[in-house]
């Protein structure tokens, strides 16, 4: 089956813009969780939703935001951008169920200028 | 904060075992450990999972000592393929939330 798909894999945006990030979960899972990869900080959880609904949240400012489509198709959103916003952001796809592994997509690369 | 503790850096040599720990000492009745890997440039990975019994899968072995505080992550013939970051995480929350710590970045050697 195919598995998590993210667009766009790279992007460039200036200081100041907003960017919106796609991520398609696995066919049938209903859980979709994001994360923010930077050198300095490591991968840290943003956001989980689960049917249309923001389940579990992450220690970031209000600038970032997520919603989930009835497909379970995410996109996530950061707006004024900031050079500290650079990084590598994966998206994962689970069941949603107890204690189920997550699938990663190969991310979307932000680089904020 | 993550509540594993793993060694940085490990090397192991092609076609031996790899045996990597984790600590995870305050880890508590209903949390799970999780192994992931991460390859350069590409998402994390998922490798095996488990609660108090010694887990084994078609990738890895996962050995949980009987008070839970801490487990190793068996790959039993290592290849250069697994040169990798693998993250141990204590998870009680589905798999959905995952606290990812520093990891250990595995080389294997020919």
């Known amino acids: 089956k195919a598995g998590v798909t993210q667009t766009p894999r790279y992007l460039i945006k200036t200081r100041g813009q907003q960017v919106t990030l796609s991520c398609s979960p696995i066919s049938g899972h209903r859980s979709v969780s994001w994360y923010q990869q930077t050198p300095g900080q490591g991968l840290q959880f943003l956001f989980e939703?689960?049917?249309?609904?923001?389940?579990n949240k992450g220690n970031f400012p209000g600038r970032f935001s997520g919603r989930q489509f009835s497909n379970s198709r995410s996109e996530m959103n950061v707006s004024t951008l900031e050079l500290g916003d650079s990084a590598l952001y994966l998206c994962a796809s689970s069941l949603g169920t107890l204690y189920t592994e997550a699938f990663f997509g190969q991310g979307t690369r932000l680089t904020v200028v | 904060d993550a509540k594993t503790t793993q060694p940085p850096s490990m090397d192991c040599a092609e076609g031996r075992a790899a045996n990597l720990p984790c600590n995870h000492s305050t880890i508590s009745g209903n949390e799970y450990v999780y192994w992931y890997r991460q390859i350069h440039s590409q998402g994390p990975q998922y490798i095996i999972h488990g609660l108090k019994n010694n887990e084994t899968n078609e990738m890895a072995s996962l050995i949980i000592t009987e008070d839970r505080k801490s487990s190793t992550l068996i790959l039993p013939h290592a290849t250069l393929r697994d040169t990798a970051v693998y993250y141990c995480i204590v998870d009680n929350n589905a798999g959905n939330m995952l606290t990812f710590g520093g990891g250990t970045r595995l080389m294997v050697k020919p």
């Open positions: 939703y689960f049917s249309e609904t923001q389940r």
